[in-house]
């Protein structure tokens, strides 16, 4: 059997194939660890992954070049646009400069982003702290909730997170003698989706993080092991418990043969990390994959144990399942995203692609049903008429 991986990267939604994932909804409590019971980061240094790079700093992330600063500047200072507030100027030079923009699943810096005027949507979210550097304008950054998209690379599963931006308009305590509870913001979701929904607000630390977070994705998706392992380092100075990150670190030692430290990373990230679902599945195909069922028998109920309200979570994981052909886990979990979120559409949909592969048909048009009842999007109303047409022509020919 053929074992998939998964991957966190933070892309965007509308440039990505067929087969990625978002993650979603309440913020999750911070974990505190005390000094004393705070264990290091399990990690072995082979000669095999070489000396260390020289690493992108942050300031050349955010960094433009000079006749790109120049440009904004005059933008900035022209007399038109005296009279509006700077956050507001750095939006619309955000929209006149992403015109024609070519949304590309690459993580650029912002100079790059600007040159080529392409890459995803982390790397627009840079562009943006960029811009708004210059304008000495405050910047934010929200973890969206989107519904779930995949894509597979070779047996490596991408986990899609969508990352928008926030503008906070300056000098507002003092603006008209009013103290605003709440400031005024402009929100920059370069790719919107209905039914989007906020999960937590980002640090600058761990935005940064998801830097070379994405880097050591895109470096693993090319097998380049030696420098994926050392942007995930990277990336975990910036967020010591940066799970995706101890994922990829993980990844990069099985992948390199070094199975006893992937192991150990996997057990470090579950017992240390928020975000726990990623590392326990990849940590259940790892013992699978090494026929220790009794042990990862364990670990499938620890998965289902996890009181975690994220639907979009749950889905991924059935997802998966369904992917290794796990019919029977697939749809417990797809009925779990269902029981946290019955009115998302996403559920019932994987509901009726197990139902049907298990021969119970009546069972699957009525999940298909269900889904085009609750799609909110042309598409995938589309979707679920053209999986409603095709079962009734199933089961006039092959059954009746």
């Not at 950054?141 to 779930?148: A, C, F, G, S, V």
């Not at 998801?210 to 975990?236: D, P, V």
């Not at 994922?247 to 579950?270: C, P, Q, T, W």
């Amino acid at each position: 059997m053929r074992y998939f991986q998964q991957l966190t990267i933070r892309l965007c939604l509308f440039l990505l194939t067929s087969q990625l994932l978002a993650s979603c909804m309440s913020v999750p409590k911070v974990e505190q660890v005390t000094v004393e019971e705070k264990q290091p980061l399990p990690i072995v240094m082979y000669a095999e992954f070489g000396q260390p790079p020289a690493m992108q700093t942050e300031q050349e992330i955010f960094r433009l070049t000079d006749e790109q600063t120049r440009h904004f500047t005059r933008y900035l200072e022209h007399i038109a646009n005296h009279e509006i507030p700077r956050h507001q100027l750095v939006s619309n030079y955000l929209q006149k400069i992403i015109s024609g923009f070519n949304y590309h699943s690459d993580t650029y810096t912002a100079s790059t982003a600007a040159d080529k005027k392409q890459g995803n949507c982390l790397s627009l979210a840079i562009l943006t702290s960029a811009l708004a550097r210059v304008a000495d304008i405050e910047v934010g950054y929200e973890l969206m909730q989107t519904p779930p998209v995949y894509q597979k690379k070779g047996n490596t599963i991408l986990t899609s997170q969508h990352v928008r931006s926030l503008l906070y308009k300056p000098d507002v305590v003092s603006e008209a003698g009013f103290v605003f509870l709440v400031r005024p913001v402009i929100k920059i979701d370069y790719f919107p989706s209905r039914g989007a929904m906020v999960k937590r607000k980002v640090e600058e630390s761990e935005f940064i993080s998801m830097f070379y977070q994405n880097r050591a994705a895109e470096a693993i998706i090319a097998a380049q092991f030696e420098s994926a392992f050392w942007l995930a380092l990277e990336s975990l100075k910036y967020s010591e418990n940066n799970a995706h990150a101890i994922n990829m670190l993980a990844l990069v030692y099985d992948k390199s043969g070094f199975h006893e430290d992937a192991e150990n990373l996997y057990r470090y990230g579950i017992e240390h990390s928020v975000e726990k679902l990623e590392l326990l599945s990849n940590y259940y195909n790892y013992l699978k994959r090494f026929e220790r069922f009794a042990e990862a028998d364990q670990i499938k109920e620890k998965i289902a144990e996890i009181n975690e309200p994220n639907p979009f979570d749950w889905l991924d994981i059935a997802e998966q399942s369904f992917r290794k052909g796990e019919l029977d886990t697939a749809l417990k979990y797809y009925d779990k995203a269902i029981e946290l979120a019955p009115y998302l559409h996403h559920g019932y949909f994987g509901r009726g692609k197990v139902e049907f592969l298990k021969g119970n048909t009546w069972r699957a048009k009525k999940a298909y049903e269900k889904a085009l009842e609750l799609a909110f999007d042309d598409e995938a109303q589309v979707l679920y008429r053209a999986k409603l047409k095709a079962l009734a022509y199933y089961t006039n020919h092959y059954i009746n």
